[in-house]
């Protein structure tokens, strides 16, 4: 999950919920999203290590001596903003079986930090089985690969859509975004319409990474609940993690950097044996703030329930 490109295209795709399901498509064994990437990069990490590793260097970091990246090295031939091959082909690879689509999708998520940036696009499924190949795994199946692509488009639409309702509250600050939270999610996704909230500057996605191998620690606190009452909170542990690098325009009108952390989980199929996926998309807790907006939401909701408010909201219509 993950793999964007930036040039122009055609139209966006709808915007996902929260738990997402699927009539359509499947993830096939092979589907990158259920495959652990060889390589991770750390955070703190100050150089490229690998194709999957993170570009972000942190802005109090002293920025290294390096020697200039030749124009032909593996490095160069890399999307500076998620370390992917940047010039897939949309060729026939080798022993390829069938034809697949070469027309890439405009996703809904803008890219940069300039409107003139336009949208992040996602690969075609030529390009995103290339990518397959060169990631290795296994056997991969060619009559699949559209259905990873839906599956892949799909997933990082609905991780757009939270991040963008977050933004929809904090995005103009912590007391915005308390009148917010204090009515409950029902409440505040009511007035989701409002001038006041339509005021709100979109946020655009600057750079993102895969950290598959790396845990957040919400993730491993659950997988710990789990193992003690493993009949309410039992589950296996999410399948991808995502650190996506959001500009956020404050109050005060200039833009500020701000990282969310999406946890991947597959969930229990539909009875129908459709399949469902959940999307944990949160900031990250790298600034007071951040902390302080999660609290807020989770908070704001208890005590919505708690205290009658759904209740209060029915009588007073």
Known sequence: MGWFWADPSASANPVAPHTISRKDVAPPPGCPMHTVSPTSTPLDALTPAADSSCPYVPP??????????SSDSTLSKLNPLNYVPSNLSQARAPDQTID????RTRSSIPKGSANNEGNWEYPSPQQMYHAMLRK???EIPVDAVESMVAVHNFLNEGAWAEIVEWERRFGKGLGKGWRE???GEEGSLAGAGMEENDQVAQPRLLKFMGRPKDMTPKASMMQVIGWIYPAKYGGAPPFDRHDWFVQRHAP???????RYVIDYYSAPPEPSGEPVFYLDVRPAIDRP???IERMMRWG?????????????EATSR
């Open 289 to 291: 703030s951040a902390v």
């Open 136 to 138: 290795g795994g296994g």
């Open 100 to 103: 697949l689509p070469i027309e």
């Open 252 to 258: 005060n009108g200039q833009p500020r950097e701000v």
């Open 181 to 183: 939270c204090r009515r």
């Open 60 to 69: 109090d970091t002293p920025s290294p001596t390096t020697k200039p990246v």
């Open 300 to 312: 704001g909701d208890v005590w919505w329930k708690a205290s009658g408010g759904i209740t209060r």
